[in-house]
Structures are given as structure tokens and as C-alpha cells.
């Protein structure tokens, strides 16, 4: 099975050939990976070096002459080193782009602080009007790329990974699909956790819910899955800073009386960095940490804190 990344770059080459209002803005990265589109199209593919600020500049500055940017490179050059022109060159000024960010929270974890970005999501949750997509797998990532570039002037992030679910599921952006339903308490998946969620609450009676769109949030949807529920516990399992989505999730059941556990990466930082799928357990984001945590969570147990590192997560 190819990456997102992968079928991202192959999906954005032939979009250039079926729409002649996207154009695609590297800063190096992936350049190698549009060697044809860069031959087919030179004046819609535009690569401005390492300067990330320039990047999201150009992408508004392409937007206001009516051109559909499709902005690309790793998530912590793509949000959070160019943030202030993600606030002023698209937000400021009402235009609209598709941001695509490879990386995730960990997945280029051994290069380093400079290349992780598990907040993200946390960040653009500062500014108004992000559509945000969180696919958990290559064929939902050409399914909300494609629907991203066809919208005429919205602001879209797709956060692409290397984490990956074992079958694609339908989206439908904006909303969240129910998976199952059971009666003691609503799980909502995120992306590329369904399949370690779904392994952890084997033999729980929980409903799981499954968002591939997290912006904006399915309030409704959350607030049906919990009047169909006996009890009114609700888990968030997100693959970047835990809480992110905590604050809209809330909001969906502020009259309803409700308890919240959130999961996802830690704050505190993991300076072994190792591979994604060490900081993945590391966080307790995999099927036997999601499954301790919800399980404790659920029985009215106090779930037990991380520590910060793999080898001390399972002492």
C-alpha cells in the first residue's frame, strides 16, 4: 500500500491536469516527486526554496489572482515556522488554499524537535474558518484532497501520516460515521487511531465514532451518539496534542451533564526520539495503552498517568 504522502503527490499531479485553477507551492520538500508536473506545468508548480514564510505568501498572493493553491511540505514548516503568514497572507486577507502537511505528530521523529508538530491542529484552532482533515488512510486522503481543491475559496489543512488504518472507511467531511453502537460510553476515533482504538475497546459496550474531519467539529453527531448511550462518558482518541478537540467537545454537550477523557500525544516532550511507532506507545496511542486508559476511564478508575518516555511508560 502506497503512503498518503505518496498518492498525495500522484493525486496533486493529475489535479493539475483536470483543473487549471490549482496550482501546487513546494518548499523543497517533495519537489523530486513532481518532476513531471514540474515539466508539464512549470507556471503551476512553484518551489521557493527553503523559505516556508515565502511559501504560505506566495499561496495567498496565488489565491488573490484566483488560483487554488495547494501548499505542501512537513507539518512543523507548514503551520507552525510560517504561522504568522497563515494568519495575515490567507486568513487576514479571506483567501483561501489547501495546505497538505506530511509528518504528523512523530513521524519524522528522529530528526528531531524541529520536525515534530503533534499541535498543530492546536495552533490553526487560534484562527477562524479552517476546515481541518485528519485521514487514516491514502484512499481517504485522495478523497478529501480531491474535495478540498474543488472548493472555490475555503481554507483547508490535510494532515497527511505514515500511521495508516488497514482499510479506508467513507468520508464525509464534516460529519463523524458511526461504527457501532453500544451503551456505556462514546469513543470518538481520529484518523489513523481507528484500528488501535477499535482493538482496545474490543468487548466494551461503547459506541465508536469515526472522524477523518475534525474542523468543523460534529457537535451533532457527538450529542446523538450520547442520548444513545446509558451513560455519558465520552473519550476523544487523537493522534496530536491531547485535548485539541477537548474544548469542542464541551461546547457540542455543555446542557448535557457528561464526563471527558482526552487522549492523545503528551506535552511534555520525548527526547529519545526513536521512531513514530515507538513514540506512538510511548504516548500510550496504541491498542494496549488506549485500552488501559479507556477501560480505567470507563470503570470510574483513575487512568494512569504517562511518564514521559517508552521505557518508563511500562515499568
Do not use: C
Amino acid at each position: 500500500m502506497d503512503t498518503m504522502r505518496e498518492r498525495f503527490t500522484d493525486v496533486a499531479g493529475r489535479l493539475l491536469e483536470e483543473d487549471p485553477r490549482l496550482a501546487v507551492v513546494l518548499a523543497v520538500i517533495s519537489r523530486d516527486r513532481f518532476t513531471d508536473a514540474v515539466r508539464d506545468h512549470p507556471d503551476r508548480v512553484i518551489d521557493v526554496g527553503i523559505r516556508e514564510q515565502l511559501l504560505v505568501s506566495v499561496a495567498g498572493g496565488l489565491a488573490l489572482t484566483g488560483l487554488r493553491p495547494l501548499v505542501h511540505t512537513f507539518g512543523s514548516f507548514l503551520v507552525e515556522r510560517p504561522f504568522e503568514q497563515v494568519k495575515l497572507d490567507l486568513g487576514h486577507q479571506g483567501t483561501g488554499a489547501v495546505l497538505v502537511s506530511s509528518g504528523a505528530s512523530y513521524d519524522i521523529a528522529a530528526g528531531g524537535r524541529t520536525h515534530q508538530a503533534p499541535g498543530d491542529i492546536a495552533l490553526l484552532d487560534t484562527l477562524d474558518g479552517w476546515t481541518v482533515h485528519v485521514p487514516g488512510h491514502p484512499d481517504e486522503a485522495e478523497a478529501l484532497i480531491r474535495h478540498a481543491a474543488a472548493d472555490d475559496d475555503h481554507r483547508v489543512y490535510v494532515r497527511l501520516s505514515e500511521q495508516s488504518n488497514r482499510a479506508a472507511r467513507p468520508v464525509s467531511p464534516g460529519r463523524f460515521r458511526v461504527l457501532r453502537e453500544g451503551r456505556a460510553g462514546v469513543v470518538v476515533a481520529v484518523g489513523p487511531l481507528l484500528d488501535a482504538t477499535v482493538e482496545a475497546v474490543e468487548g466494551m459496550d461503547v459506541t465508536v465514532l469515526y472522524a477523518s474531519t475534525v474542523r468543523p467539529f460534529d457537535a451533532a453527531g457527538l450529542r446523538a451518539a450520547v442520548a444513545g448511550a446509558d451513560a455519558a462518558d465520552v473519550v476523544l482518541v487523537e493522534p496530536y496534542l491531547a485535548g485539541t478537540s477537548a474544548p469542542f467537545a464541551a461546547e457540542a454537550l455543555l446542557d448535557l451533564p457528561h464526563r471527558l477523557l482526552a487522549l492523545g500525544t503528551a506535552r511534555e516532550e520525548l527526547r529519545r526520539y526513536g521512531t513514530w511507532q515507538e513514540h506512538v506507545a510511548a504516548h500510550g496511542l496504541d491498542a494496549a495503552g488506549l485500552r488501559e486508559r479507556i477501560g480505567a476511564f470507563l470503570s470510574g478508575s483513575a487512568p494512569r498517568q504517562l511518564q514521559g518516555s517508552p521505557e518508563r511508560y511500562r515499568q
